[in-house]
């Protein structure tokens, strides 16, 4: 299962950037799936995650201008970000829950990873 990551960038304070996670590979369903994010010198934290039934969760320093979604039949994830902040600079990371046949448990990927940098 790969995971391929698309949309950072550089983008001006209160710009807004869509990030894009498809998923390929040996699929037989996903569970949940999100976006996580890794600051220059900060531990990897949790931006948003949606279920494949649709419910969401954001961290609070984003809640309001960051929108999640997924397209279950394309296997991706979409990350809207808008009014960005600096603070929001960071690599960003998808992951998805995947399990590759009816049998087996889910299994935790991730995507390489995409840069967005917010700065005037």
């Known amino acids: 299962v790969q995971l391929q990551a698309s949309g950072g960038g550089l983008v001006q304070p209160g710009g807004s950037l869509r990030l894009s996670c498809a998923a390929s590979?040996?699929?037989?369903?996903?569970?949940?799936m999100g976006w996580f994010r890794q600051a220059p010198g900060k531990q990897r934290e949790a931006v948003a995650t949606?279920?494949?039934?649709?419910?969401?969760n954001y961290a609070d320093s984003v809640k309001g201008r960051f929108t999640i979604s997924r397209d279950i039949a394309r296997n991706t994830v979409y990350l809207q970000m808008n009014s960005l902040k600096p603070e929001d600079t960071a690599v960003y990371y998808c992951?998805?829950?995947?399990?590759?046949?009816?049998?087996?448990?889910?299994?935790?990927?991730w995507g390489k990873g995409t840069l967005v940098t917010v700065s005037s």
């Open positions: 992951n998805a829950d995947v399990a590759s046949a009816f049998y087996r448990p889910p299994v935790a990927y």
């Open positions: 590979g040996s699929i037989f369903s996903i569970n949940a």
């Open positions: 949606i279920t494949s039934g649709g419910s969401t």
